[in-house]
């Protein structure tokens, strides 16, 4: 066989392999794709609904207890102010809550933010400047429930399963879980404090917006809470920088009348 036939052969080879490795990763991200797109989410949904009881309290209430250390600080609404807020909560619950959570509501101060946010097992902070923001009873139901909301669909479980799903198999994949035994309260606080996903958002508004319209025949004050957050912040307000944006959001409520 002549030198050159020999070096065609090789370089054919050479060929070859590079084909196969392309096609290897090729296959290997759309699988890690598939993985965290689908996978993760349906794996997540089943992990989170088999866990029992306890495990909520214990990531619900270490939760609150990191924010409380770290970020929050103690709410200045008055007395009168803040049992009204808990009587609308109760009176919403009454009627639309159905999961089996612990559903109590807190009072907190985060660095001047309107901002309202749901822990695992029902446990929903709401600031002091979202109750003020919130001018009218529709528009404080309106963020209640889209709180209450997610601990109907039981987003933030399913977030903290999936952070740590992720993890654990980055670790694995990488040789490296050594962080193990801290794995689920950093996936706690990393569940609360990453962007929601838009699905999960967008559920949370619609069962807002079928909860107002049950309630007062509209869902205006959705709108209006929107507005009001995104003038206050310039759409970077930290409530509203984890969720989709405004306009996908106000019309989804519009296609929902």
């Known amino acids: 066989m002549s030198s050159k036939i020999r070096n065609r052969v090789k370089q054919s080879k050479e060929t070859q392999w590079l084909w196969i490795i392309a096609a290897t990763v090729v296959v290997v991200l759309f699988s890690g794709y598939q993985f965290y797109t689908?996978?993760?989410?349906?794996?997540?949904?089943?992990?989170?609904?088999s866990l029992p009881k306890p495990i909520y309290q214990i990531i619900d209430e270490g939760s609150l207890n990191e924010?409380?250390?770290?970020?929050f600080s103690e709410s200045k609404l008055s007395e009168i102010k803040q049992q009204e807020t808990r009587a609308l909560f109760v009176s919403l619950l009454g009627t639309n809550a159905s999961s089996e959570r612990e559903f109590k509501l807190e009072f907190r101060q985060w660095k001047d933010k309107a901002n309202a946010m749901a822990l695992a097992n029902g446990t929903i902070v709401i600031t002091d400047n979202m109750v003020e923001l919130a001018s009218t009873q529709q528009e404080l139901s309106a963020v209640l429930l889209?709180?209450?909301?997610?601990?109907?669909?039981?987003?933030?479980?399913?977030?903290?399963?999936?952070?740590?799903?992720?993890?654990?198999?980055?670790?694995?994949?990488?040789?490296?879980?050594?962080?193990?035994?801290?794995?689920?309260?950093?996936?706690?606080?990393?569940?609360?404090?990453?962007?929601?996903?838009?699905?999960?958002?967008l559920e949370a508004d619609l069962y807002t917006h079928n909860k107002l319209m049950a309630l007062y025949g509209n869902s205006d004050a959705m709108i209006s809470i929107f507005e009001k957050l995104a003038k206050e912040s310039d759409e970077?307000?930290?409530?509203?920088?984890?969720?989709?944006?405004?306009?996908?959001?106000?019309?989804?409520?519009?296609?929902n009348p």
């Open 146 to 201: 889209h709180e209450i909301g997610h601990v109907e669909h039981n987003h933030v479980m399913e977030s903290l399963v999936s952070s740590s799903i992720v993890f654990v198999s980055l670790s694995v994949v990488l040789g490296d879980i050594s962080a193990l035994s801290d794995l689920m309260m950093q996936g706690a606080m990393l569940g609360i404090n990453q962007n929601y996903s838009q699905q999960a958002e």
């Open 236 to 255: 970077q307000h930290s409530w509203l920088s984890t969720h989709p944006s405004f306009e996908q959001r106000i019309e989804q409520l519009k296609q």
């Open 67 to 71: 924010l409380d250390n770290s970020e």
């Open 38 to 49: 689908k996978g993760v989410p349906y794996f997540a949904e089943k992990i989170s609904a």
